[in-house]
């Protein structure tokens, strides 16, 4: 819960089938990226009137280092210009944008528009957009487990502290990945442990707010129980 009393959702998002939609299109790959930024400028700006307080997508794994060159240099200027246009308008709509991931291996102006982009919006409550950037879900977790080690306590409770520890591992209480296929991709796995998942075969340039709004009514039509009854077991036991 961010920045207001109201229990708000965390939603994460797979942002996938952008190179379907491009080459459907007889167009470059890269493409399908550039819509894909205009896709989530769509949810970034429905998200706070859906009650989502926390925002987490997917731009770039670890593992996409190895796609061509061509591709990843177009997702990087992506990035940076995402970063660079979009902190005066995100910080304007009450949003704070953060990153997660390695930064060591991006471009260095980028690292630093980051950094810049995360300080100019730190005030934001109205929504806490976080963008995953040379990312992979394990990898965090042997983070945690290191940070531990090196804090001294490398007990069951220290790690459980380190993975827990302020905003960076929020529980996420939905997940979306658009696209059709319905795997996790590294993405987020210690915080999607009890995640609401919904998968839609919407390529992710096409994605937009009626369906995000879709995605959270069904949300709030599940039952979620952690591993215990729900209320519905417990009424009629
Ligand atoms: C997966 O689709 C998508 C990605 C690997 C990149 C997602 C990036 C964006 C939506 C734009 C960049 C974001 C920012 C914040 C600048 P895919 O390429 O694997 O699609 P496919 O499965 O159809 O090939």
Redesign the pocket.
């Given at each position: 819960m961010e920045g207001s009393r109201v229990k708000t959702i965390h939603a994460a998002i797979?942002?996938?089938?952008?190179?379907?939609?491009?080459?459907r299109r007889g167009m470059p790959?890269q493409a399908?990226?550039?819509a894909?930024?205009e896709?989530?400028g769509r949810v970034v700006e429905a998200a706070p009137d859906l009650g989502i307080g926390t925002l987490t997508?997917?731009?770039?794994?670890v593992d996409?280092w190895q796609?061509p060159k061509v591709?990843v240099t177009a997702?990087m200027a992506?990035?940076r210009?995402?970063?660079e246009n979009e902190t005066r308008r995100l910080a304007e709509g009450g949003a704070r944008i953060t990153v997660i991931g390695r930064r060591d291996r991006l471009p260095g102006d980028i690292a630093i528009a980051i950094a810049s982009a995360e300080r100019a919006t730190a005030g934001g409550t109205r929504l806490h957009l976080r963008?995953a950037?040379d990312y992979s879900a394990r990898d965090a977790i042997v983070e945690a487990a290191m940070a531990a080690a090196r804090s001294g306590d490398a007990t069951r409770e220290g790690l459980s502290q380190q993975l827990t520890e302020g905003s960076a591992h929020r529980d996420v209480d939905l997940l979306i990945r658009t696209?059709g296929?319905k795997r996790l991709s590294d993405f987020l796995l210690w915080e999607c442990a009890y995640a609401e998942l919904y998968f839609t075969d919407r390529?992710?340039?096409d994605f937009g707010a009626e369906d995000l709004a879709a995605a959270v009514a069904e949300f709030h039509a599940r039952e979620r129980r952690f591993g215990g009854l729900g209320p519905s077991a417990v009424s009629a036991a």
């Open positions: 797979i942002m996938d089938g952008n190179g379907r939609w491009a080459t790959r399908g990226h550039a894909g930024v896709a989530l997508v997917y731009a770039f794994s996409n796609r591709e997702l992506l990035l210009r995402y970063i963008v950037v696209g296929e390529l992710w340039p």
